[in-house]
């Protein structure tokens, strides 16, 4: 089939290279030069593990363009996978998308399938709808489809080619043909509904598993009060699979680009209704006082951190990823370094764009042993695998003092014990 997608994000690209993959032509449209000229060049403008190699593999059948008339004049199924960034008020801003849908109603020359992946609030397919229909130029059938998207960043190859269902949105039994069509080399069993459900089912399923890390996040916390062991308690609770084993870790909050937006846009939906959804607005709660967790930990220790050697490890919201949209990290270094502190960071993949992100006096170190040689305490903010293979004496040989202050559970208690560290983790006893 002949595919144009709308935007080169994560979203956009994955669904374009795994589309190709299984045989499609596809066209990516972009806005920004730069990017679609490094793609031409072969080279992934984002760091996602196997997507260079794919984009690669499959060059025959991918092409980039800037040029949107050209990409969706001809195009059997128009993709749109452009941002709904945050608006202040925690609502979606959707002026991205419906310049894509303006920019196709303009253009299409044959019948098609627009097909909205982006995370978008309940209702705006079929605002989507409406407005093609009237801004239509040429005289075709032009069908919108809800088809979200349930990739993660770091493992996104994997869990598009692999993914555990496809959903599919469909108001007409053409555009249900059609996308079956286009995903029959998939192998995913599909659900197929009404465009609304369509777009509940991907907000009620991210915000369930943000409900599901702070409330994990809450056990923690009375854990360490009463004096219980989270690893263990998530696990004893894991292997009931009416609770199901996953994202069942304890940590420093959720972040990334999809929690923390999509849960205050469900809520935000849902009080714009005169309704409101207590649940996910305890689980934003939680979530922001668990981000800074660490910093107050450490109060314990210290009563301010002027003049402190402070190493962290770890800056971007997960490993495998230098993305760092509502990490941890960028709410806890303003506090230390305006405290005082003098910070030292290593992070194998979030360090250029942290520069970006917050210009200022910290040292960028090339190793773990540098970060933490000297320091008087060490943060763990993302459980990257170096952090965890990482040698834990080390910690007490290059330290000034070896307080380590975990908060993504990288070591086992006793290693920390035998290693002779301060070790202050989440929802553990010390
Ligand atoms: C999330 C969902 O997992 C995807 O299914 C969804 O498609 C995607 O959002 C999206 O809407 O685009 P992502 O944000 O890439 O994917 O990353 P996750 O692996 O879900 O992690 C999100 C955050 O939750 C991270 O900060 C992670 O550290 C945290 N987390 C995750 C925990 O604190 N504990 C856990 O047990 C799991």
């Not at 960043?153 to 053409?174: F, M, S, W």
Request: charged residues 30%.
């Amino acid at each position: 089939m002949r595919v144009s997608v709308a935007g080169t994000g994560y979203v956009g690209l994955v669904t374009a290279v795994t589309l190709a993959e299984k045989g499609h032509f596809v066209t990516c449209v972009d806005i920004d030069e730069e990017k679609i000229e490094l793609m031409r060049r072969g080279i992934c403008p984002i760091y996602e593990p196997g997507l260079e190699e794919l984009m690669i593999r499959n060059k025959e059948k991918i092409s980039y363009t800037t040029d949107y008339m050209a990409a969706y004049k001809r195009a059997e199924v128009i993709i749109v996978g452009v941002g709904t960034p945050e608006k202040k008020d925690g609502s979606a801003n959707l002026k991205y998308i419906y310049e894509v849908a303006r920019q196709i109603a303009h253009t299409v020359e044959r019948d098609c399938l627009v097909v909205i992946k982006s995370t978008v609030p309940v209702g705006t397919n079929d605002k989507i709808a409406q407005m093609i229909k009237e801004n239509i130029k040429n005289h075709v059938v032009v069908d919108v489809v809800s088809n979200p998207e349930f990739l993660s960043q770091g493992t996104a190859v994997k869990d598009t080619l692999y993914a555990k269902r496809i959903v599919i949105g469909v108001e007409t039994e053409r555009a249900g043909n059609v996308m079956r069509e286009m995903y029959d080399r998939f192998d995913i069993p599909y659900v197929m509904t009404d465009r609304k459900s369509a777009e509940m089912i991907k907000y009620a399923s991210n915000d369930f598993l943000a409900l599901k890390i702070s409330y994990i996040n809450e056990i923690a916390n009375l854990c360490e009060i009463v004096g219980a062991d989270i690893e263990d308690v998530a696990k004893g609770m894991g292997m009931d699979p009416r609770i199901g084993d996953r994202f069942l870790n304890a940590g420093i909050g959720y972040g990334g680009s999809c929690f923390p937006k999509d849960t205050k846009a469900l809520h935000w939906l849902a009080s714009f209704n005169d309704y409101e959804l207590k649940t996910i607005k305890a689980a934003i709660e939680v979530n922001e006082n668990q981000k800074i967790k660490l910093v107050k930990k450490a109060r314990k220790y210290f009563d301010h951190f002027n003049g402190l050697n402070v190493a962290v490890l770890g800056l971007t919201f997960k490993p495998e990823t230098d993305d760092l949209r509502d990490a941890p990290s960028i709410e806890n270094i303003p506090l230390l370094l305006d405290d005082g502190a003098n910070v030292r960071v290593w992070d194998p993949a979030g360090m250029e764009n942290f520069k970006k992100r917050l210009p200022s006096d910290i040292i960028y170190c090339e190793s773990i042993e540098e970060a933490i040689t000297n320091a008087d305490v060490c943060f763990i903010f993302t459980e990257w695998s170096e952090i965890k293979k990482f040698d834990i004496h080390k910690y007490s040989e290059l330290m000034k003092y070896p307080l380590v202050i975990d908060g993504r559970n990288c070591y086992e208690l006793s290693s920390a014990k035998e290693a002779g560290i301060v070790y202050d983790s989440i929802g553990r006893k010390r």
